[in-house]
């Protein structure tokens, strides 16, 4: 069974400072991984996804995260944190089935300290 | 055109109302999503409809009921619902060939 965990349900840095979100997966086969942003009041946004190919994926608005299958994890991160990057942010996995359904982790809360 | 679009924005309904509330999408893609979202927590799937054949999440109630008239439009058919159903509702697109899913604004749904 595939399964997505994020570890701390809330992190708070300092505005330019490097932001670390953590999410481990399990998955029997190569896992597609997603991360997603979500604005308070809006839908989710898709900051990037790894598929296939590099292990570093880079996506919007700065952040990138590598897929380290030894570690079974897909961590996000941004060099330095802007006040806009308070969100909440889910990881998730695609489970490999006819409906490509998508597996969520339980969301992290970003806080940015001014 | 990279946009799923949702009516309304804001619903709020009674416990005897009927309401729909409508998603679309004009990126070709086959399948098609509504989540239910609870503050704080991540989305949980209610129904897919991939290739026009819906699938089921079985502990979705029977007073949700979904439409999906063509492969560009769902809709979710409301009725008798309960204050527990107030939540964020969510429409999304994608899923072919393992691409990512594209999520609408959402509908606000408030059930007095």
């Known amino acids: 069974a595939q399964s997505v965990t994020q570890l701390g349900s809330h992190v708070s840095v300092s505005e330019g400072a490097l932001v670390l979100l953590r999410c481990n997966y399990s998955s029997s086969v190569p896992p597609y991984l997603f991360w997603y942003v979500q604005y308070p009041n809006q839908g989710l946004q898709l900051l990037l996804k790894?598929?296939?190919?590099a292990t570093l994926v880079k996506g919007i608005n700065g952040f990138e995260a590598e897929f380290k299958k030894s570690e079974t994890s897909f961590h996000l991160t941004k060099p330095s944190a802007h006040m806009s990057d308070a969100a909440e942010y889910f990881c998730a996995v695609l489970l490999m089935d006819s409906n490509y359904q998508l597996i969520w982790g339980a969301g992290t809360k970003l806080i940015i300290k001014p | 055109d990279t946009e799923v679009t949702q009516t309304p924005k804001h619903l709020v309904m009674g416990m005897t109302n009927k309401k729909s509330l409508k998603c679309e999408q004009h990126m070709g893609h086959r399948a098609m999503y509504w989540y239910k979202q609870k503050a704080k927590k991540p989305p949980e799937l209610m129904f897919v409809?991939?290739?026009?054949?819906?699938?089921i999440n079985e502990s979705v109630p029977s007073r949700f009921s979904p439409e999906c008239p063509n492969s560009s439009l769902l809709n979710l058919h409301l009725h008798a619902l309960q204050p527990e159903d107030s939540a964020l509702y969510l429409c999304?697109?994608?899923?072919?060939?393992?691409?990512?899913?594209?999520f609408g604004p959402g509908t606000r749904l408030t059930v007095l």
């Open positions: 999304a697109s994608g899923g072919t060939s393992y691409n990512e899913q594209f």
């Open positions: 409809y991939s290739y026009e054949k819906l699938s």
């Open positions: 790894y598929t296939t190919g």
